[in-house]
């Protein structure tokens, strides 16, 4: 089955009247105040369809259906429906039997609203007829359609700015400084994977203060630092001079010294 022979529903109003138009003497248009407002020659109900590109404007009976008159439209706008020149609410429409016989009638809406829902009902049908006949001519002239060029015309340039990729990679590169020790041996990091050796300083009575205690091999014993023998001078205490004055200052006297004591 052919899309054309689908009937689509565009737009229903439930009210509408319908007037004798006096034939047009000039081409300044039609006036709905010439017309005989107060008395229709027929109210029902509106409803606009479209069947492929052409849409149906039919004036139906409100209760049983009955069509009264049918307007086909093939454009809009066009010589098919003409808006009057002095309202808003108001259109002339030409309506066609199927003997081929043509008649120009007058409609009119009580809301401004109904009128304006009729007029954008038309508008939206034939813009779409129109993009469904561009697409038809692309589809069959793809090469005729616009083509993007990305190409740089001739004087065209570029700007990149790369500020923040140059801080990144300089925030990446610079070395980590290594904070300074604060003992009195400076000791080198160990290498990767292999084992450490601890060095602990100790303190006693007959080592030098500078001599660790103990080192730590490759295996899990711990073997004593080789200790010198004690010279005579090593004997004696490591404190020197400050522990041999014992008692009061008062009660030493300092021979020699030239001060003579009161």
Known sequence: MEESEYESVLCVKPEVHVYRIPPRATNRGYRA???QLDQPSWSGRLRITAKGKVAYIKLEDRTSGELFAQAPVDQFPGPAVESVTDSSRYFVVRIEDGNGRRAFIGIGFGDRGDAFDFNVALQDHFKWVKQQSEFAKQAQNPDEGPKLDLGFKEGQTIKINIANMR????ASGTPR???????????LPPPPGGKTSTLIPQLSAGASPTQPAAISGSGSATEPWPQSKPAAAATADIWGDFTKSTGSP??????GTGWVQF
Do not use: F, H, I
Not at 167 to 170: F, L, R, S
Not at 177 to 187: F, K, Y
């Open 250 to 255: 008062s009660n030493q006297s300092q021979p």
């Open 167 to 170: 801080k990144k990679e300089g």
């Open 177 to 187: 400084t290594r904070p300074a020790s604060t003992g009195g041996l400076n000791l």
């Open 33 to 35: 105040s010439e017309w």
